[in-house]
């Protein structure tokens, strides 16, 4: 299942009784998180995939499918800019 929503981070174990697992999409799940249009002239300068809000919903999202033996990989933006996003 992907994982780009707020949504999925606050009820990840319910949705992972119905899925195999998560795709973690660094790019949505920091724009939602952030409530910023990373695209804005305005405020792309704030949108930053290590933001402790997202490095909250991230470390969420694995801890969750690893406790229940669950795939989770990440995808988007956040691991080619920061590889060491995708290590922590």
């Known amino acids: 299942m992907m994982a780009e929503l707020p949504s999925n ?5 319910e ?6 697992g998560f795709s973690i999409g ?4 920091t724009q ?3 409530g910023l249009d990373r695209d804005s002239g305005l405020v ?3 949108f930053d995939e290590r933001n402790p ?3 909250k919903g ?3 999202l694995i801890k969750t499918a690893k406790a229940k033996g669950k795939y989770v990989g ?3 933006q956040g691991p080619s800019d920061h590889p060491d996003l995708a290590k922590q």
């Open 26 to 29: 660094s790019n949505d799940l």
């Open 53 to 55: 809000a997202v490095m």
């Open 15 to 20: 949705f992972l009784e119905y899925f195999d």
């Open 74 to 76: 990440i995808c988007g």
């Open 9 to 13: 981070v606050f009820l990840a174990e």
């Open 44 to 46: 792309a300068q704030y």
């Open 32 to 34: 939602l998180t952030l």
């Open 58 to 60: 991230l470390e969420t």
